[in-house]
């Protein structure tokens, strides 16, 4: 009579076949020879894997398609179908139709694309990273509108700044109104409280000479635009006298005229302490066309009298003529090239002689050494030369980046060709935003090259303590230097965790632990923070160890299943899928292999 010895546990699922005569270890005992569609629960024991359900076809059956998950809420959520130059979406009642066929939405992504598009969702918008491509955005309007644009970045991200030699002029300022000469020249009309003669020289530009004082501790200066024009301003700096700063408002309000009324769009209070010839900025909202703007004071910095120097008020930028930016060679743009018509949409940065940077967006190239832009923050002091300038990092000239995700509220670029090992984070919850201040404030943009031992192309960023960074020759963290402040440009921290290098395959998160695919693309390993770590460190160790050889000839996808199994699915080069049944806690790691009859599986 043959005896079969009862098994408690398969919670090391299929093991690997070098186990096969290992009698000796646990591990035997609670594997098995095969594990053919099967899972392994999360309590040790196995079950048949359900059979699949035919859904509908991929839009071309000779072509590969890709698919991605997007889940708004446990009611609201899709399948999207990328494919060769195009996406379509999956519900779980099947295919979404728009009008009697499939609703598809066209992209530039070709077939051979599809192997290195990475996403990171936040709500109804998923940002998708793709080397070779500018980013993109992808917004969900409803079932049946989704929107694909090119994402739109403000105020960066940014090269390091060199030193090339090479100085920008700008034609114009960015400024509602030119640079005076007189009360009305060369255009529009400036006029103050005391009806002042010379109040022009507050537009003039020059610090040097100064409007008369006017008598009392309140009053105003305006401008006036001429034969009935209209702009919208959003912002406004100020100059303190050069020789009487305390004349100088402590307490006012900038304000528009439509035609009837002067409406307030600014008010400040205790702007005191002014030195001399002293600048301070303002900023405020507004997409309304006024006849007419005006700084109008109700005290100043204890002085009997008032007196500003210089007023600059700020064209916004989206309602402005774009104005030309001469560069005096080609040195330093574009690798020596100059300006180039792919730079249309980039940002670039201009320091001002009055020591802050501005931001341009470029609407249109004229040659190698001149563009158009559009100017924002504020308006420039006057139409010097700049010696100091940047572009922006993203172009086709400095490559894409080709990994995303998100980290602490703020969106993460990373991983271009020209900076394989950079890593771009927006401003705190202002994803499209990547500017920075001076002086800096804590939720300014953050970039960081990693540094150390090492270093490969950054494979992949995923959000969990820190910044979880997989690249091809280790594994990387990002996270705050000193924990009792915040995130930031100044309390930041990346350390090298492990030596283990990762794949350009997404990773899975599960219990804040990222499982990942290796460098070989051949094994599943976790990384996540050591509980055995004094210094509170991360540990990569594999979870494939016994069951290797199922993961041949490797690893293309990875893929989280929540519902009604806890699974990490794995597709392979040659179309095969394993199971990893994977519950820390229990110590419950264990893989199965699963058969498509009559198919391959591309995409999970």
């Given amino acids: 009579m043959t005896v079969y010895p009862i098994q408690a546990t398969f919670s090391r699922g299929q093991l690997a076949r070098a186990l096969h005569g290992r009698v000796d270890i646990d591990h035997y005992r609670q594997g098995a020879k095969e594990l053919s569609n099967w899972f392994v629960l999360r309590h040790g024991g196995v079950t048949r894997r359900p059979g699949t359900v035919y859904a509908g076809a991929a ?93 739109d970045f403000e105020d960066g991200p940014y090269l390091d700044e060199g030193e090339q030699g090479t100085y920008i002029t700008p034609s114009e300022t960015g400024a509602v109104h030119p640079r005076m000469t007189g009360l009305t020249a060369p255009s ?48 406004y700096w100020i100059v303190a006298s050069d020789y009487a700063p305390e004349a100088t408002p402590t307490t006012w309000t900038f304000e528009g005229y439509d ?81 180039k018509t792919t730079d249309v949409g980039r940002s670039i940065r201009l320091y001002g002689t009055d020591g802050k940077w501005r931001w341009g967006k470029i609407k249109s190239r004229t040659s190698s050494t001149a563009v158009k832009i559009q100017l924002y923050g504020h308006a420039l002091t006057g139409t010097y030369p700049i010696a100091r300038w940047v572009m922006s990092a993203f172009s086709a000239d400095s490559g894409y980046p080709r990994c995303v995700g998100f980290y602490k509220e703020r969106l993460c670029w990373a991983g271009t060709p020209t900076k394989p090992q950079t890593l771009w984070m927006s401003k705190s919850a202002n994803y499209e935003n990547f500017g920075t201040s001076s002086p800096g404030v804590a939720d300014d943009a953050i970039t960081i090259t990693m540094t150390g031992g090492r270093l490969n192309t950054i494979s992949w960023v995923e959000e969990g303590s820190e910044l979880l960074i997989g690249t091809a020759g280790s594994m990387r963290t990002v996270g705050q230097a000193t924990l009792n402040n915040a995130f930031s440009a100044t309390n930041v921290d990346q350390m090298l965790q492990s030596h283990i290098g990762a794949a350009a395959v997404p990773p899975v998160m599960i219990q804040r632990m990222a499982i990942f695919a290796d460098a070989f693309q051949s094994r599943i390993h976790e990384f996540g923070p050591d509980p055995n770590s004094p210094s509170g460190g991360y540990a990569a160790p594999e979870l494939t160890i016994l069951s290797a050889d199922l993961f041949f000839p490797g690893i293309v996808r990875l893929v989280r299943q929540d519902n009604p199994f806890n699974l990490i699915w794995a597709v392979r080069v040659d179309g095969g899928l394993v199971t990893t049944t994977y519950e820390r806690a229990q110590q419950v790691v264990g893989c199965a292999v699963h058969a498509v009859s009559g198919g391959l599986v591309e995409s999970a």
């Fill in 188 to 235: 529009g009309t400036v006029a103050d409280s005391s009806g002042n003669a010379n109040a022009w020289y507050i537009f003039d530009g020059d610090l040097s000479t100064e409007p008369t004082i006017i008598g009392p501790t309140y009053g105003w200066y305006s401008y006036t635009f001429a034969g009935g024009t209209t702009k919208v301003a959003d912002a």
């Fill in 59 to 151: 839009r071309y059956a000779a072509k590969e398609t890709r698919l991605f998950p997007f889940v708004f809420s446990t009611t609201q959520a899709y399948v999207l179908e990328f494919g060769d130059l195009y996406i379509r979406f999956w519900t779980n009642g099947g295919q979404v139709v728009s009008g009697g066929s499939p609703y598809t939405v066209t992209t530039t992504y070709t077939e051979s694309d599809l192997d290195n598009l990475q996403m990171a969702q936040s709500g109804d918008a998923i940002y998708i990273a793709c080397e070779g491509f500018a980013p993109r955005k992808l917004i969900r309007n409803s079932e049946t509108s989704w929107t694909l644009s090119t994402f």
């Fill in 259 to 339: 035609g009837s009324n002067w409406i307030v769009l600014d008010t400040r209070r205790g702007e005191t302490g002014w030195g001399r010839a002293e600048q301070r900025y303002f900023e405020f909202v507004n997409e309304t066309a006024y006849k007419a703007y005006r700084l109008k004071w109700t005290n100043t910095d204890g002085n009997p009298h008032s007196l500003v120097a210089e007023l600059g008020i700020h064209e916004r930028a989206e309602n402005q003529t774009p104005f030309t930016i001469t560069a005096s060679s080609t040195a330093g743009i574009n690798g020596g090239a100059g300006f």
